[in-house]
T-cell receptor, first 114, second 110 residues
Framework: GAGVSQSPSNKVTEKGKDVELRCDPI?????LYWYRQSLGQGLEFLIY????????KSGLPSDRFSAERTGGSVSTLTIQRTQQEDSAVYLC????????????FGPGTRLTVT | TQLLEQSPQFLSIQEGENLTVYCNSS?????LQWYRQEPGEGPVLLVT?????EVKKLKRLTFQFGDARKDSSLHITAAQPGDTGLYLC??????????FGQGTRLTINP
């Protein structure tokens, strides 16, 4: 399909391990967002990429979290030394531009830290 | 600080009833979007409102943007079990990134 895809769909990891979450945005979308959602709550903004501009990292909760976007397409969110409070659904979205454009979301990665 | 406050946070009603969900802010937005999220999926856009006072209808759903563009409401007429989900409002200020409310979890009981 042509939608946003994320992998893995589920990830269970032990406390202290590193994890990588992947997002494949819709082709041609220049903006890519990462959000975190806990227990069906609202969306917590993490990081935002727009074209070749420096990413907006203002939502990253700690320096254990980082993300990159290679070639303006695929993005990887990395969480180092995972903690139990990192357990959540991590959602990726892409849009054709920044601001008010519709965001298309992937199905999310459910991360469980034991 | 939550720029967009949604109320109620949880709502459980019987099939056939009407309901209204509110999205309020002290800030002015250039546009406001409403999304619906079903379990195990990402949010999906329902509507975007841009003009103060604008009303948009999507079948049994009516969306309104406040005159001052600081608030919005979603009214559902004759709710159906298929309306169950998490409803999220999101405000945009020009080219800045969207700001999401905390969501309203709606359950429609048959």
């Amino acid at each position: 399909g042509a939608g946003v895809s994320q992998s893995p769909s589920n990830k269970v990891t032990e406390k202290g391990k590193d994890v990588e979450l992947r997002c494949d945005p819709i082709s041609g979308h220049t903006a890519l967002y990462w959000y975190r959602q806990s227990l069906g709550q609202g969306l917590e903004f993490l990081i935002y990429f727009q074209g070749n501009s420096a990413p907006d990292k203002s939502g990253l909760p700690s320096d254990r979290f980082s993300a990159e976007r290679t070639g303006g397409s695929v993005s990887t969110l990395t969480i180092q030394r995972t903690q139990q409070e990192d357990s959540a659904v991590y959602l990726c979205a892409s849009s054709i531009g920044q601001g008010a454009y519709e965001q298309y979301f992937g199905p999310g990665t459910r991360l469980t830290v034991t | 600080t939550q720029l967009l406050e949604q109320s109620p946070q949880f709502l459980s009603i019987q099939e056939g009833e009407n309901l209204t969900v509110y999205c309020n802010s002290s800030s002015v937005f250039s546009s406001l979007q409403w999304y619906r999220q079903e379990p195990g999926e990402g949010p999906v856009l329902l509507v975007t409102v841009v003009t103060g006072g604008e009303v948009k209808k999507l079948k049994r759903l009516t969306f309104q943007f406040g005159d001052a563009r600081k608030d919005s409401s979603l009214h559902i007429t004759a709710a159906q079990p298929g309306d169950t989900g998490l409803y999220l409002c999101a405000g945009a200020k020009g080219a800045q990134k969207l700001v999401f409310g905390q969501g309203t979890r709606l359950t429609i009981n048959p």
